[in-house]
């Protein structure tokens, strides 16, 4: 069982369109990060929520911790091509000074 | 510009025979992870070094074994590469920043196996 549920799996949508990916958890995080990695790379961090009930804006990207910091979304406003690649969200885990992964979501925004 | 970087970008290597990935950082960062990433997947932690302490993850196979001579530098050795090890084999780096270890990836090595 994946201790950090994430959804959807794969998104395809065209240019200009909303999204949200979603993830969730029966434990609660100290802290929930957002990474973003393209084809042949290394996972990019896109930003860290701490607080619960946090929001937190990246241009286009809005992000928000869980007030019970059990879950995390990330919203994509007038989606572009470039958004394509594989989110991850990930879970701090203060026992054992780790993170925990979701499983994933591959987004692809056609043009 | 401070980094994570990583040796080589691509690994060819026969069943069977050791093979051995490197990392470097210039963060100064104490704590230091591998991961496997098998396509389009999430990442799944092998091991991690917290300063010189070992961390293994319980269902980290005996074949992986890792080395931390000193902060910068980590190795991860593949004892007896079978076709399953072929897989982006990523290291990171993070210290703690306000409560939150945020990770710092290099951009991984392709390992193939044949």
Same mark, same amino acid.
């Given at each position: 069982t994946q201790l950090l549920e994430q959804s959807p799996q794969f998104l395809s949508i065209q240019e200009g369109e909303n999204l949200t990916v979603y993830c969730n958890s029966s434990s609660v995080f100290s802290s929930l990060q957002w990474y973003r990695q393209e084809p042949g790379e290394g996972p990019v961090l896109l930003v860290t929520v701490v607080t619960g009930g946090e929001v937190k804006k990246l241009k286009r990207l809005t992000f928000q911790f869980g007030d019970a910091r059990k879950d995390s979304s990330l919203h994509i406003t007038a989606?572009?091509?470039?958004?394509?690649g594989l989110y991850l969200c990930a879970g701090f885990m203060e026992y054992g000074n780790k993170l925990v992964f979701g499983a994933g979501t591959i987004l692809r925004v056609k043009s | 510009d401070a980094m994570v970087i990583q040796n080589p970008r691509y690994q060819v290597t026969q069943f069977g025979k050791p093979v051995t990935l490197s990392c470097s950082q210039t963060? %100064?960062? %104490?704590v230091m992870y591998w991961y496997q990433q098998k396509s389009s997947q999430a990442p799944k932690l092998l091991f991690h070094y917290y300063d010189k302490d070992f961390n293994n993850e319980a &269902?980290?196979? &005996?074949n992986f074994q890792s080395r931390r001579p000193n902060t910068s530098f980590c190795f991860l050795d593949i004892r007896s590469p079978g076709l399953g090890d072929a897989a982006m084999y990523l290291c990171a780096t993070s210290r703690e920043s306000s409560g939150a270890y945020e990770q710092y990836f290099g951009p991984g090595t392709r390992l193939t196996v044949t």
């Amino acid at each position: 069982t994946q201790l950090l549920e994430q959804s959807p799996q794969f998104l395809s949508i065209q240019e200009g369109e909303n999204l949200t990916v979603y993830c969730n958890s029966s434990s609660v995080f100290s802290s929930l990060q957002w990474y973003r990695q393209e084809p042949g790379e290394g996972p990019v961090l896109l930003v860290t929520v701490v607080t619960g009930g946090e929001v937190k804006k990246l241009k286009r990207l809005t992000f928000q911790f869980g007030d019970a910091r059990k879950d995390s979304s990330l919203h994509i406003t007038a989606a572009q091509p470039g958004d394509t690649g594989l989110y991850l969200c990930a879970g701090f885990m203060e026992y054992g000074n780790k993170l925990v992964f979701g499983a994933g979501t591959i987004l692809r925004v056609k043009s | 510009d401070a980094m994570v970087i990583q040796n080589p970008r691509y690994q060819v290597t026969q069943f069977g025979k050791p093979v051995t990935l490197s990392c470097s950082q210039t963060l %100064n960062h %104490n704590v230091m992870y591998w991961y496997q990433q098998k396509s389009s997947q999430a990442p799944k932690l092998l091991f991690h070094y917290y300063d010189k302490d070992f961390n293994n993850e319980a &269902d980290t196979p &005996d074949n992986f074994q890792s080395r931390r001579p000193n902060t910068s530098f980590c190795f991860l050795d593949i004892r007896s590469p079978g076709l399953g090890d072929a897989a982006m084999y990523l290291c990171a780096t993070s210290r703690e920043s306000s409560g939150a270890y945020e990770q710092y990836f290099g951009p991984g090595t392709r390992l193939t196996v044949t």
